[in-house]
Nanobody, 122 residues
């Protein structure tokens, strides 16, 4: 599956952004999806994940209550709604596909999107 992420940009602290990741190729609903982020000099971290049927989600503690992951299998798209953004959320955000949500969490990813930059100013 090929992934194309979009929606990043510059936003002030407290603001919101919605990232999108459109999939093409293999059947989108076969995959669990996740969002990762990587700041300069830091490891890539998994911030959210969702299983194929939208019945199980995962959030990192740092984003819980502020970010929401969702998917639309008919549109082959996964979203990350980010509210109450903080300067420490500044990163390149990547979407990823894997055969199960546990593999997202283990970073056993089948496909990565190209990344979209989110910059939060204070």
């Amino acid at each position: 599956v090929q992934l194309q992420a979009s929606g990043g940009g510059l936003v002030q602290a407290g603001g919101s952004l919605r990232l999108s990741c459109a999939a093409s190729g293999r059947t989108f609903s076969d995959y669990a999806m996740g969002w990762f982020r990587q700041a300069p000099g830091k490891e890539r971290e998994n911030v959210a994940a969702i299983n194929w049927s939208d019945t199980i989600t995962y959030y990192a503690d740092s984003v819980k209550g502020r970010f929401t992951i969702s998917r639309d299998n008919a549109k082959r798209t996964v979203y990350l709604q980010m509210n109450n953004l903080k300067p420490e959320d500044t990163s390149v955000y990547y979407c990823a596909a894997a055969s199960g949500i546990s593999n997202i969490r283990r970073r056993l990813v089948d496909s990565w999107g190209q990344g979209t930059l989110v910059t939060v100013s204070s």
